[in-house]
């Protein structure tokens, strides 16, 4: 393994401290020496004049867990200087997997707009899917949290119920196998079916076993919009039931009607906090939001999974209860002409990617909320949309807050090969973003903040214990960048477009960016959790 020098960079740790001018030593992957002036003996030295080094990003909430098969090098991720993913989160991802189950969680997968490897789904558990990833070659880091939906369809379907007993002892089983196999958490999307069909109970049930592994509790909640504060009450109790620690997963205030509560949503955040509870959440810096299109469509049509779904949306005894609330959520997100078409699997529709839903409309001659239902009928419901649903202030004001870290809700993708594909431009500028526009232009956070928010306060909330800052004897996950041209450069309407300024991204100190351009080097790995069981 090559050694390496960065002589001279300005030095931001990780943990919110003044910046410091240093050279940084790495040998054999690890941060060796950080001091004002080390020798170069047989390391290649970089000259860092002017560049700032920081430990690499850790994306706290990433949907790479299938885009990856596709994409090892992730390098939309890579030349933001991101160097570990955290994979599983609202609820959805790749294990554990029920045989008998096996194409209800694909169904499941697909509408979520995640694609399957040509071999399909050939794992079971944690550790299989991990050892799978491995084998193809990574270029950063990934910490897969349990996927509650993914538990959930495991051990009963898509159904529309509370699980009996027996059911969620199998539940809480499965939960600790894959806990106890390296996973760093559970995480819930609790507006998304399956798992907006559990009640509380269930997952203060299933926190308990994550709080006894000292692990994460990660939720994308209950509601973010008109039910925020409701929904933030629920995390709250799930978090003292259980003694979990809690991440609120991609904080927002949604609609127009709930713009200006951030703020409050931070402020129950903190008095939680005072209370003595583990509870923080995380952001990405935009005003739209992106999901699958599914999400107008109430929890009760898709009950049984996809083609339960598909039925109700086209029969006459539902479409009209369809239709209202579909139009009903439809204008809390911002109404049809801030929702646009994202991906879009046919050939035949491929023309409305990035067309406004009300545009659609206009084009078919019918009326939004129909048009919504005959697109995912035309698409067996696999369709993503970005919603333009988010004020500035309330996205300032949560950046602004020392407990929200920095997460991109995007996934690892390549401007070239995905080229055409609509998409959010959060899969190429979230941390970049932060620090070019937010940091930078608008001075809303000092740069050490903005790092800390993506580093070491990352690393605290999921218990990495050598990573996420830099200092030695911890893992050479470094950047180093430019802080006077870092910026993002992915728009909605071109979202394919990397990053600049991010001069080399080390990943287990091997460079997966020099000099600006993507290495090909395949240094990352599954991080698995270690320890096992807290003993209390
Ligand atoms: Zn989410």
């Known amino acids: 393994m090559s050694s390496w020098l960065i002589r001279g960079a300005l030095v931001i740790d990780g943990s919110n401290r003044e910046p410091f001018r240093a050279d940084i030593a790495v040998e054999n992957g690890m941060i060796a020496e950080v001091s004002p002036s080390i020798k170069g003996g047989g390391k290649e030295v970089i000259e860092a004049d002017g560049l700032v080094a920081a430990p690499g ?17 992730a390098e939309s991720k890579a030349l933001q200087g991101v160097t570990t993913e955290v994979i599983g989160n609202c609820g959805i991802g790749a294990f554990p ?10 169904d499941y997968l697909r509408i979520h707009d995640f694609h399957l490897p040509s071999y ?3 794992w079971n558990n944690f550790t299989q899917y991990a050892d799978q990833l491995d084998r193809i070659g990574l270029g950063l880091n990934l910490a897969p949290l349990v996927a509650h939906g993914a538990l959930r369809i495991a051990i009963l379907g898509v159904e529309d119920r509370t699980p009996t007993d027996k059911e969620l002892e199998s539940m809480k089983n499965l939960l600790a196998d894959s806990l106890e196999q390296g996973a760093w958490g559970l995480s819930t999307g609790l507006i998304y079916p399956p798992g907006s069909f559990a009640k509380t ?10 709080a006894h592994y000292g692990a994460l509790y990660a939720s994308h909640i209950r509601g973010e919009g008109a039910t925020l504060m409701e929904a933030l009450d629920e995390a709250i109790r799930i978090g003292k039931k259980s003694g979990v620690r809690v991440e609120v997963s991609h904080l927002k205030a949604m609609g127009k009607d709930n713009w200006g509560r951030g703020k409050e949503a931070l402020l129950k955040l903190e008095k939680a906090r005072q209370g003595g509870m583990d509870i923080a959440a995380d952001q990405y810096p935009y005003e739209a939001t992106s999901t699958s299109l599914t999400a107008l469509v109430p929890p009760w049509a898709h009950a049984g999974g996809v083609s339960k779904l598909l039925k109700r949306l086209a029969s006459p005894e539902t479409t009209e209860r369809l239709q209202a609330e579909i139009l009903r959520e439809m204008n809390k997100r911002g109404g049809p002409s801030r929702i646009v078409i994202a991906e879009i699997g046919s050939v035949k529709n491929i023309r409305l990617s990035g067309k406004k839903v009300s ?9 939004p909320e129909i048009a919504v239902m005959q697109l995912l009928l035309e698409e067996k419901a696999a369709v ?18 020392d407990q929200v870290s920095v997460g991109s809700d995007g996934m690892g993708m390549n401007a070239k090969e995905d080229l055409g594909k609509s998409t959010h431009p959060r899969s190429y500028g979230t941390f970049p973003r932060i620090l070019g526009v937010y940091a930078r232009e608008k001075g809303i956070l000092s740069l050490a903040k903005a790092i800390h928010k993506m580093t070491g306060l990352v690393a605290g909330r999921l218990g990495l214990e050598d990573r996420g800052f830099i200092k030695p004897g911890f893992t050479a996950d470094l950047v180093l960048f430019d802080p006077l041209t870092i910026q993002d450069r992915s728009t909605f309407d071109h979202p394919h477009q990397y990053a600049t300024g991010v001069v080399f991204t080390w990943v287990n100190g091997c460079p997966t960016v020099q000099e600006g351009i993507i290495t090909g080097n395949t240094p990352g790995r599954v991080l698995r959790k270690r320890g096992g069981a807290l003993h209390s």
Not at 58 to 68: A, F, G, K, R, W
Not at 97 to 106: F, G, T
Not at 359 to 367: D, F, H, K, P, R
């Open 120 to 122: 399909g789904l050939s």
């Open 384 to 401: 993503g949309a970005v919603y333009f649903s988010l004020s500035d202030e309330d996205v300032a004001a949560i950046l602004s807050s």
């Open 359 to 367: 545009q659609i409309a206009e084009l078919w001659n019918c009326a």
């Open 201 to 210: 109970e269930e997952l203060v049930a299933l926190a308990k076993i994550v």
């Open 97 to 106: 997997v029920n045989d008998e189950r096996r194409a209800v969680l694909i």
């Open 57 to 73: 990003f850790i994306d706290i909430h990433s949907h790479t867990d299938l885009t990856v098969f596709k994409h090892p090098l």
